[in-house]
T-cell receptor
């Protein structure tokens, strides 16, 4: 079946602009996760949804970052007033019910100039 | 102290050899353990999961878990050049965030 999809694959934006990154999880997966990965590092947790609600948003670095999942499927990660330090690959993963195996999408490479 | 630590790498092995990748974790409540493979420019791909002490084998891959020592490893038998990638160790409590190590870069030389 189809895997996790993310759009766009690449996003270049200017410092101070607003960006939205989209994630479409594997069909039927109730849990959705956002991570970001900087070069040479492992992915770093941002936020986790179980259904429509954010079960754990403790990884969001500050209030410029926000994520939603209004219908329990597609999620959007929103970043306001982007900074150069936000440049990274943003990864989305999903898992099914009580299964703990998370499957990653291809990622969105965000570059803030 | 980092929550998940891996061999600093890079690790280089000849084709056909056994590659051994190691990982230690600090949080005793961790219950689930995963190995992901990440090719350059690609996203992490799940290759092994292990939940209980002992060994778990899947093809050329064997994961080993020792919760008392807070240690998990991945062995790759008959290493192939196509195994050249960064291997990420990840741990989690029940159904929540994954905490990753920094990864170990493996190169398999033909």
């Amino acid at each position: 079946g189809a895997g996790v999809s993310q759009t766009p694959s690449n996003k270049v934006t200017e410092k101070g602009k607003y960006v939205e990154l989209r994630c479409d999880p594997i069909s039927g997966h109730t849990a959705l996760y956002w991570y970001r990965q900087s070069l040479g590092q492992g992915p770093e947790f941002l936020i986790y949804f179980q259904g429509t609600g954010a079960a754990d948003d403790s990884g969001l670095p500050n209030d410029r970052f926000f994520a939603v999942r209004p219908e329990g499927s597609v999620s959007t990660l929103k970043i306001q007033r982007t900074e150069r330090g936000d440049s990274a690959v943003y990864l989305c993963a999903s898992s099914y019910g009580t299964s703990y195996e998370q499957y990653f999408g291809p990622g969105t490479r965000l570059t803030v100039t | 102290q980092k929550e998940v630590e891996q061999n600093s790498g890079p690790l280089s092995v000849p084709e056909g050899a056994i590659a051994s990748l190691n990982c230690t974790y600090s949080d005793r409540v961790s219950q689930s353990f995963f190995w992901y493979r990440q090719y350059s420019g690609k996203s992490p791909e799940l290759i092994m999961s292990i939940y209980s002490n002992g060994d778990k084998e899947d093809g050329r891959f064997t994961a080993q878990l020792n919760k008392a020592s807070q240690y998990v490893s991945l062995l790759i038998r008959d290493s192939q050049p196509s195994d050249s990638a960064t291997y990420l160790c990840a741990v989690t409590e029940r159904g929540s965030r994954l905490t990753f190590g920094e990864g170990t870069q493996l190169t398999v030389n033909p």
